[in-house]
């Protein structure tokens, strides 16, 4: 079993290369160079990569992490290993967000003893392109290509989790919710109607929607509705000074965010997006996430978590197992990485939660229970 020491020292060499969403290239080949130097059969999709095959007839098990991060700070550019409130943290772009995970999937994965008494075969996916904009993300090229994939019975994806089994994820929606007046002078506003203000009591009513429970499965999600950005067609600061201050604005569009439980689907939330702004306002839907369901019923999603002994919670949030609830593959998220960390100034992972997260996956992938790791 790997120690603490070496998986320090792994995570330290992994976040060495800060690769940024698109430049994974340096990364992809270091971790390719690896592998093959250990005589592990690599298949490269892009910058992403597969590590293993299809050897054997036992379930397979995909431990899957991407290999791009945000942009560094002057705060996280450097690795290293720090003290703070009583224990040792890893520092560095990337440590929470996901490269500790992507660290105890390897280390699992190269130990042949774990591998071979395994009742699974594993396979690693790491792939690139997670951090930018969805069409750019390669795991569905890799699951297209690589079709063999598609055969798994569970995917963890060790994206932070705070070391909870955290099981489906919510979907998304984006949508331009357009207010239209009529373009008019400020000093005689009655030659026109004053899109933004129009917009008041939707946003009023918007503003008082809280959060609602949903439970899936009894697995407990949010519905969220969220107003993320604004704009009238005379722009001005800070983006710039389209037209003058002094014009009573024609339109005013509201990017509206539906983050939905895995309850329903995309066509269904759309339409209560719809019937939410109704006849006040245009909608364009711009962007579509579909949830994915937590799977419970499956009986690899019941023994990862049976195994591991870890608090279970709904993803609330989007991530990659919607991608791999599309293409047949039931999927959790499960890693050390601390969800405040991700994409924060001086970026860091506790050293304990690395540990305590690499003895609970040992745990399922020797079918076995963490309780008496």
């Not at 996280?76 to 703070?84: G, I, K, Q, S």
């Not at 999927?331 to 609970?360: D, I, S």
Request: charged content about 25%.
């Amino acid at each position: 079993m790997t120690t603490e020491a070496e998986l320090v020292d792994r995570l330290l060499e992994h976040c060495s290369r800060v690769c940024v969403t698109g430049d994974e290239g340096p990364i992809a080949d270091a971790v390719a160079d690896h592998y093959h130097g250990l005589g592990e059969a690599v298949t490269r999709v892009g910058n992403s990569l597969v590590v293993g095959g299809r050897t054997t007839d036992r379930p397979l098990v995909l431990l899957v992490g991407h290999l791009d991060v945000v942009p560094p700070t002057d705060e996280d550019r450097d690795p290293r290993v720090e003290r703070r409130d009583g224990g040792e943290v890893v520092v560095g772009r990337g440590t929470s967000d996901m490269k500790a995970g992507n660290v105890i999937a390897m280390a699992a994965f190269e130990d042949t003893a774990l591998r071979d008494a395994s009742p699974y075969e594993l396979a690693l996916v790491l792939y690139a392109a997670e951090e930018g904009p969805a069409e750019d993300n390669e795991l569905a090229d890799v699951l297209t290509e690589v079709s063999w994939l598609r055969e798994a019975e569970l995917a963890v994806v060790l994206e932070p989790t705070d070391g909870e089994v955290q099981l489906g994820c919510l979907g998304g929606l984006h949508a331009q919710v357009v207010f239209e007046g009529r373009q008019a002078h400020s000093a005689r506003p009655w030659h026109g109607s004053n899109a933004l203000t129009l917009a008041g009591d939707w946003l009023a009513e918007l503003h008082g929607r809280q959060p609602a429970p949903v439970e899936v499965d009894g697995i407990p999600y949010h519905d969220v509705w969220s107003a993320t950005q604004a704009w009238t067609d005379n722009l001005g600061p800070p983006f710039g000074e389209r037209m003058a201050r002094n014009v009573i604005p024609g339109t005013f569009t509201v990017n509206l965010n539906l983050r939905f439980a895995p309850s329903r689907d995309l066509s269904t939330a759309e339409q209560e997006l719809r019937d939410l702004v109704g006849d006040r306002a245009r909608v364009t839907i711009v962007d579509r996430s579909p949830p994915a369901p937590p799977r419970l019923e499956v009986a690899t999603v019941r023994a990862f978590v049976d195994a591991v002994d870890a608090p279970v919670a709904g993803k609330q949030a989007w991530t990659d197992v919607a991608r791999f609830a599309e293409f047949g593959v039931p999927a959790c998220n499960y890693g050390p990485g601390l969800t405040a960390q991700a994409h924060q100034r001086g970026e860091y992972v506790p050293v304990a939660a690395m540990t305590t997260a690499h003895t609970r996956l040992r745990a399922f992938l020797a079918g076995g229970d963490a309780r008496r790791a």
